[in-house]
């Protein structure tokens, strides 16, 4: 984690380090960063119906941190929501999110969002993977 402490009114510079550099070492000391997801990081993967795929991968649209109290990272409660899938749906369509709840009750979420075009399953589509497979 970084942390930045401006110090303002006093005139010796001495004094100013001192109060600047007690001030984050006590913030290092009490909070530490929680990261939850990485924008692009791969999520979950739910099964899909209706398409040509048998799933599909939901990757995080952005990145998810959270600024902790050291020791509350045990009490997070993290959940994953996606609606329901119904292709076609186009790359970066929002279709759930990660939601996280901190133990003071504050709430955190991210959106998630295939990294590629979901196809419905159709006649055609299923007569050309047939004679792919026929084929080679």
């Not at 303002?8 to 550099?21: L, M, N, P």
């Not at 902790?68 to 609606?83: P, R």
């Not at 749906?89 to 009750?105: E, H, L, M, N, Q």
Request: proline share 3%.
């Amino acid at each position: 984690a970084r942390f930045i402490c401006v110090v303002i009114g006093d005139q010796k510079t001495d004094s100013r380090f001192t109060f600047a550099k007690n001030c984050i070492n006590s913030a290092a000391a009490t909070y530490t960063v929680k990261q939850i997801a990485k924008a692009g990081g791969k999520v979950k993967t739910v099964p899909l119906t209706g398409s040509g795929n048998a799933a599909v991968d939901l990757f995080a649209k952005e990145d998810l941190v959270i600024l902790l109290k050291k020791g509350e990272e045990a009490g997070l409660e993290k959940k994953v929501e996606v609606s329901e899938i119904m292709p076609p749906i186009a790359k970066g369509t929002v279709v759930g999110r990660i939601v996280v709840k901190t133990t003071d009750g504050a709430e955190y979420s991210v959106a998630l969002a295939p990294n590629a075009d979901i196809e419905e399953l159709t006649f055609s589509s299923c007569l050309h993977k047939i004679l792919q497979k026929w084929l080679g």
